[in-house]
């Protein structure tokens, strides 16, 4: 039986970084991963570039049923930190929007990176390597492996979540943590697209690629989100970042509401427009929004915010057809009144979704392990002493835009130097 200080299994973000901190600072790692390559998610992000963090990334972009947990490791190892690693492997970066850094190149450069800081810290890596059982005894967990039996003073579980199984997502992490006791929130996908009943969808399916900046919130209540973004029209729904930002905090049942024009006060612009030209109410409409989005609209008559409040999921249309007065005329020749209501229903969108397009094209896995049960500053659990939890298995998501990496490299900073610092002496 071959015996290690540390034991991580899962090979993606968490589990690597946590691995070359932790061999750095003196502790004999293994890494088991059940996958043939190495951190395929890393490898597929950002577009195949890795939007590896973000620059603004504060325990305020994270969901939990216990929000301040993540504050610790997010504080002592932030961002600043991360793109100094980066920087000394000279690895070529750019900042996009919204603070998201980037890799110039290709998201394999992370991944050389992380490999080389565990070659650094003299870790091994078995892969494709499946732990099919773990035990522990007093003084350690003893893991039956496809490439044997192994030991480790300490075990880390840095497995990830459900999302895109198709690259090998699995449970393992949910059952491991039950095992030892843990209560595990209940999952579901998140950073994912929302989508309908497709007869309902259909007046909306052929504006699939249309895409526009909208302002996009779940309805009123605890736990409310809201983003500023663009949307993106498909043939089964809504996409886009503001719609995987929102699918975060989206419960089945439960209505969004989108602001079609968030950049201009509707009602007013109409009315100032009216004043002054002859053009066709679509016309002017495609001054501030996708011209096709404008016609479709006007079509069905779109009724507005309350629509569909206490709808059930499937049970009709994303919208009430209302009976439209004729629009398509000179705006000169139609009522405010029409007008206000047209602004009204652009501004309040309120639409329930039947479901999301699920793990398989899901960013990452709301829910996982209670962090009530763990220590923030050691992802250690309160259970089962020597038993860590880090990066995505762990009840904490993050926004889209790089944070779900920085809370990866957080918590496995905050687990390796916590399992070194514990580590006794000679």
């Keep these: 039986m071959q015996q290690f200080d540390v034991v991580i299994v899962g090979a993606g973000a968490a589990g690597l970084f946590c691995a070359g901190v932790a061999g750095q600072l003196g502790l004999k790692v293994l890494v088991l991963d059940h996958a043939k390559k190495v951190a395929e998610k890393i490898r597929i992000s950002g577009g195949g570039r890795c939007n590896f963090t973000n620059r603004d990334a504060t325990h305020e972009q994270f969901l939990s049923s216990n929000p301040n947990f993540c504050r610790s490791a997010l504080a002592r190892y932030t961002p600043r930190d991360f793109l100094a690693l980066v920087q000394r492997h000279r690895i070529a970066w750019h900042e996009k929007h919204k603070g998201q850094l980037f890799c110039d190149e290709s998201s394999e450069d992370i991944i050389r990176m992380l490999l080389r800081e565990c070659e650094a810290g003299g870790v091994q890596r078995w892969q494709p390597c499946t732990v099919h059982a773990v035990r522990h005894t007093a003084a350690r967990f003893e893991l039956d492996t496809s490439a044997g039996v192994v030991a480790g003073a300490r075990l880390v579980v840095a497995t990830g979540g459900l999302s895109i199984p198709q690259i090998g997502a699995s449970d393992f992490g949910y059952r491991l943590a039950r095992q030892f006791g843990h209560r595990v929130v209940p999952t579901r996908p998140a950073l994912v697209p929302l989508t309908f009943d497709a007869a309902a969808w259909a007046p909306f399916a052929a504006l699939a690629g249309v895409s526009l900046e909208v302002r996009i919130a779940t309805d009123e209540g605890k736990g409310r989100g809201e ?7 498909t043939h089964r729904g809504l996409s886009g970042p503001a719609v995987l930002q929102i699918s975060s905090y989206w419960h089945p049942g439960q209505p969004i509401v989108v602001d079609l024009v968030p950049h201009l006060r509707l009602s007013e612009a109409l009315r100032e427009a009216k004043a002054r ?39 009709g249309p994303p919208y009430k057809a209302a009976v439209p007065p004729a629009l398509d005329r000179p705006l000169a020749e139609i009522r405010d009144r029409d007008l206000d209501h047209l602004a009204e229903r652009l501004h309040r969108w309120s639409l329930v979704p039947t479901g999301t397009e699920g793990y398989r094209k899901a960013e990452v896995t709301a829910g996982g392990v209670d962090t009530r049960e763990l220590s ?51």
């Design 277 to 315: 030209t002859r053009k066709h109410l679509p016309n002017e409409l495609a001054a501030w929004m996708p011209a096709r989005l404008a016609d479709t609209w006007l079509a069905l008559g779109v009724e507005a915010e309350g629509a569909t409040r206490g709808a059930k999921p499937g049970s």
């Design 376 to 426: 923030s500053q050691t992802m250690e659990s309160r259970l089962v002493p020597g038993l860590h939890f880090i990066g995505e298995v762990v009840d904490v998501t993050g926004w889209l835009g790089g944070y779900n990496f920085q809370w990866a490299w957080a918590s496995a900073a905050a687990c390796a130097r916590a399992m070194a610092a514990a580590r006794p002496g000679p």
């Design 227 to 233: 983003f500023l973004d663009d949307l993106l029209f």
